[in-house]
């Protein structure tokens, strides 16, 4: 039985709930705790009030841009079936909740006596759906200095943790004995009066699964490599996140107080993976630090400043909120939680918001410390109350005017992504690259290569670069050695990548992932092997060429007149075939002097698809009468050419 507030239907007929509540008491409707109106008692409801506006405004009827039937019988007062059987009598069949033009609707209406009209507000709702889905540009002057925001990145042991433990504890004051008491997704650090936000989404998924959904949350990337390890697979995996991302890297190089710590190594393992420090005369900041002991936590903070400081991170503090969800769960206590990072604007409590297919109000705000907040400015990170359903990591939220536009641009949200569902999948893979790339002069193929050795890697990576020319651009944008991982899959489905395997396989749970995500994986034994698949697709990726085809020559020797057709031509085939949807180019004395199509071709009184060498026809051209004994008509196709790499 459906059920809905007072509150709802008054916003929906633009009156006050006082109003509404007047006029259901005068017509002596019940309702549930004087809070909804369900069932018959609801439909009876909106019939009268219906009813109401058609008397105030004669025989108009006001609709939005979509009516279904039920909604017109409604507004009509006229049952569901009659308004069907009016459609039939068009040639429409349609159900009682199918949606009809406003067109159709237009037309029952006036046979019914009514005129039927576009509510204006819709339109402008549909209009500020679609601004609204879209994040103004800021005026230079509306712009303030922003606090970073930083991702830490590294292999799996090199001390990632330990380092954000230690920024953390060098950052609690005595009066905050315990730190932090609330785990959001966030913390924040101060250094000399500044603000920096630490993220603690895995450094990976800050790039990958986020970046994939349009949202970068991440100014600046830390990246800990331990001095006595050096770079490891996962460390590459990690530069090639953040430069695929273009964030600014500093280097960490940790455990610097073990025996065998050798930062040099580390740099020159940095730099063979193109991440030239600073020491050694490059622009990559590197800082060398003692998670566990302590060392050089705040120069590294310093250094988080100074490159802050250079990329001149502003955002406009007096504007509608928007940022991004960082992550999000449904709690039995609470309901749906969502982590959200501020990136523009400021969030305050009571603001109606829509995040991803989620709307609502925000209830509470709650920061790192467990505290409740009244507003997050740019750059904060605070869980929030008071959603309608659990947003997707990587969403963005937006502030709106009203609650009433919070739900309307939650349910376009919704049917836009059901619509996107139902469409395949626009991901590159091989098969498909021409179609999927086809805009645009020139077309980058991002490629991420795993093999066996590194070697190979290199090989690959030459032999497939070498492919690339003027139309056609193949970028590595991560090479490694080992199987195919969930990691390579997410960077992949991010950057819109093939994966190119040599002699490795993906693990379980990255061919799981990569079916999930729509990216094509593809694994060799053999180098050559891969070269030929990739010129293959890349001979796919060139704009076509075409060409005519000609297909026969017909020699004209007589010519009728014919009232209402126009001229006719009985004409001999001297070579070839002719065929009746071929094209045509009329040539005299040498000299092309017509091109169109063929109107008719008949043998005798019969209408015919063909007529070979060495057979008489007659034939008609599109809209051109000027034909004469002794022309020739060229019959021709054209056909397209793929072109391949040399």
């Known amino acids: 039985m459906s059920r809905t507030s007072i509150k709802h239907i008054a916003e929906d007929y633009n009156m006050s709930e006082k109003e509404l509540m007047g006029k259901i008491n005068d017509f002596g409707i019940e309702t549930i705790d004087n809070e909804y109106v369900e069932g018959e008692n609801l439909e009876l409801l909106v019939e009268m009030l219906n009813e109401e506006i058609r008397e105030a405004k004669g025989n108009v009827i006001e609709v939005d841009n979509k009516i279904t039937v039920q909604d017109l019988s409604t507004k009509l007062g006229k049952s569901a079936s009659e308004i069907i059987m009016q459609l039939m009598k068009m040639g429409t069949m349609a159900t009682i909740n199918q949606e009809i033009s406003f067109d159709i609707a237009a037309l029952i209406c006036n046979e019914l006596g009514y005129t039927l009209i576009k509510n204006e507000s819709s339109e402008i709702e549909e209009l500020e759906i679609e601004a609204l889905m879209d994040i103004e540009e800021d005026d230079e002057k509306d712009l303030m200095p922003r606090p970073p925001v930083v991702t830490v990145m590294g292999h799996v042991d090199h001390g990632k943790t330990s380092l954000l433990d230690a920024i953390r504890d060098s950052n ?19 250094i000399n009066g500044q603000k920096i936000v630490l993220l603690d989404t895995p450094g990976h998924e800050a790039f990958t699964s986020m970046r994939a959904r349009g949202a970068q949350v991440t100014d600046i990337a830390i990246l800990v490599v331990a001095a006595d390890d050096g770079i490891m697979p996962q460390t590459v995996e990690a530069i090639n996140h953040a430069k695929a991302a273009n964030v600014p890297i500093i280097v960490a190089i940790n455990k610097i107080d073990k025996p065998g710590a050798s930062p040099d190594k580390v740099k020159q393992e940095l730099a063979d993976q193109g991440l030239l420090v600073e020491d050694w005369g490059g622009d990559v900041i590197s800082v060398e630090v003692s998670a566990k002991k302590r060392i050089n936590i705040e120069n590294l903070l310093e250094m988080v400043l100074l490159v ?3 990329e001149e991170l502003k955002a406009n503090p007096n504007k509608r909120a928007v940022g991004t969800v960082i992550e999000a769960e449904l709690d039995k206590g609470r309901g749906p939680v969502a982590t959200v990072l501020v990136q523009g604007g400021t969030l305050r409590v009571g603001d109606p918001i829509v995040a991803g297919v989620a709307s609502g109000k925000v209830r ?20 929030i109350l008071g959603l309608s359903d659990v947003p997707s990591g990587g969403d963005q939220f937006v502030e709106v005017p009203s609650d009433k536009t919070a739900r309307l641009i939650a349910e376009k949200r919704q049917e836009m992504q059901r619509e996107e569902m139902l469409k395949a999948s626009s991901k590159i893979s091989l098969d498909d690259l021409f179609e999927q790339m086809s805009e645009g002069k020139v077309k980058d193929l991002n490629i991420v290569i795993k093999a066996d050795v590194q070697g190979s890697v290199q090989a690959v990576k030459q032999s497939l670069e070498r492919l690339s020319n003027d139309e056609v651009q193949i970028k590595v944008i991560h090479g490694g050695v080992g199987a195919i991982t969930e990691s390579d899959v997410l960077l992949a489905s991010a950057s819109n990548a093939i994966i190119i395997g040599f002699n490795v396989r993906p693990v379980a749970g990255a061919e799981q992932l990569a079916e999930k995500e729509t990216v094509d994986i593809r694994t060799y034994t053999i ?3 891969a070269i030929e698949d990739m010129k293959a697709a890349m001979s796919g990726m060139l704009d076509p060429e075409y060409v005519d085809e000609d297909t026969g020559k017909v020699e004209i020797r007589e010519t009728y007149k014919i009232s209402g057709i126009g001229t006719i031509a009985g004409a001999y085939v001297i070579s070839g075939k002719i065929y009746r949807n071929c094209k045509v180019r009329i040539v005299r004395d040498g000299i092309i002097i017509h091109e169109g199509e063929l109107a008719s071709l008949r043998r005798f009184k019969d209408d015919v698809k063909e007529v070979a060498q060495g057979f008489e026809c007659g034939l008609g051209i599109v809209n051109y009468n000027d034909i004469k004994v002794g022309d020739i008509v060229e019959g021709y196709i054209t056909k397209e050419v793929e072109r391949t790499i040399d």
């Open 527 to 529: 180098i050559y092997k």
């Open 308 to 310: 802050a400081e250079v």
């Open 172 to 190: 609690v004051t005595s009066g905050e004995a315990g730190g932090i008491t609330q785990h959001i997704g966030a913390s924040e650090v101060m």
């Open 364 to 383: 509470a705000m709650i920061n790192y410390k467990g505290k409740r907040v009244k507003q997050a400015g740019p750059s904060t990170a605070v869980e």
